[in-house]
């Protein structure tokens, strides 16, 4: 059994250090390609080693409790959140706003449909499931816990190095990883996930949010289902 001081450090080096030394790494190596492929490489890794853990309930993997009380709640924030999103896409990137929808419609529907389950099953196996299994012992309280998963989730995204992104995921890992500890559902956390994912790419901010746009418009490089989030 590690000791706490020892899983602090394996937190810091998994959620902080990886990130950070995979965004160098892509720096230096000009890398512009997918990161899809990295998430299922990790989520999978994540899956063996918690599997390997008799403590772990694989239930939470494939739980889908639609009637569970908070599902209102996540809906209502959606509501009052999503809004906020598309206000902000249209602040910081007025010639992006809705050019998905209105330029590419079909790309932006399979877009909706491959987002969920191509980036954020995966990003929610590594960043929620694992973060709370591994590590949610190390927080005494459901605040602190929210707050770290809102920093690694941010850090999760440092690669594609800029404030907005950070910021924006910031948000958005507190916001899914409450949903997760309350329902227990990797699923509902990740139709979460996706519906402001799917928001945030519709409001233009897309720019931000994959490697392959650095300068000009999310339109000069046309957005693919590889899913770079």
């Known amino acids: 059994m590690p000791t706490q ?9 998994v959620y902080g250090a990886t990130p950070v030394a995979l965004a160098w790494l892509f720096e230096r190596l000009s890398y512009r390609r997918a990161m899809a492929p990295l998430l299922w490489v990790l989520s999978a890794v994540a899956l063996f080693l918690m599997f390997r853990d008799p403590g772990f309930d694989r239930a939470v993997l494939f739980r889908l409790p639609l ?19 598309l206000a902000l896409g249209r602040w910081l990137t007025a010639s992006d706003f809705l050019w998905f929808p ?12 491959l987002y969920p389950a191509l980036s ?3 990003q929610g196996i590594l960043f929620r499931v694992y973060f709370l299994q591994r590590f949610g012992l190390l927080f005494e309280s459901g605040a602190w816990l929210l707050v770290a998963g809102a920093v690694v989730f941010s850090l999760g995204h440092v690669i594609f190095r800029n404030a907005p992104a950070l910021v924006i995921t ?17 699923l509902l956390a990740a139709a979460e996930h996706g519906a402001y994912g799917m928001v945030a790419f519709t409001a233009g901010l ?16 046309a957005l693919s289902p590889e899913l770079r989030l």
């Open 170 to 186: 910031a948000v958005g890992g507190a916001l899914f990883l409450d949903t997760y500890v309350h329902t227990r559902s990797m």
């Open 206 to 221: 897309g720019r931000f949010l994959y490697l392959g746009a650095r300068k000009g418009s999310v339109n000069a490089h």
């Open 120 to 122: 954020a099953v995966p």
């Open 102 to 113: 209105r330029r590419r419609p079909a790309l932006w529907l399979a877009f909706a449909v």
């Open 5 to 13: 001081l020892g899983r602090w450090i394996e937190l810091v080096v």
């Open 67 to 85: 009637g569970h009380p908070y599902v209102r709640i996540a809906a209502l924030r959606f509501g009052l959140l999503a809004p906020v999103l």
